[in-house]
């Protein structure tokens, strides 16, 4: 088994920023991709942002210059610096890990979502 949990989220008014974070942790051989989902009321859920095992990122156009993925590969965690905040980007943002286990077996593993509010 392999879990994710995150943490960070909360109410920040527009302008501001947030910090959020997600940890993995379990039966871990190795952590390929990681990233950020997020999900507004009545909407599809999408990618925000997502690295990769050697760094390579890639953001969703509505989000480049503002948030910023990065990655601890020897905590097995993901991070998401969120600048410059609008009230669109308010949702309930989800943590994914691409993880394959000590039994080599492949995952994809959801965190249970941590809500960022937006204020005008």
């Known amino acids: 088994q392999v879990h994710v949990v995150e943490s960070g989220g909360g109410l920040v008014q527009a302008g501001g920023s947030l910090r959020l974070s997600c940890a993995a942790s379990g039966s871990i051989f190795n952590i390929n991709a990681m990233g950020w989902y997020r999900q507004a009321p009545g909407k599809q859920r999408e990618l925000v942002a997502s690295?990769?095992?050697?760094?390579?990122?890639n953001y969703a156009d509505s989000v480049k210059g503002r948030f910023t993925i990065s990655r601890d590969n020897a905590k097995n965690t993901v991070y998401l610096q969120m600048n410059s905040l609008k009230p669109e980007d308010t949702a309930v943002y989800y943590c994914h890990a691409a993880a394959r286990t000590t039994f080599l077996a492949y995952l994809d593993v959801w965190g249970q979502g941590t809500l960022v509010t937006v204020s005008s």
């Open positions: 690295i990769t095992s050697g760094g390579s990122t």
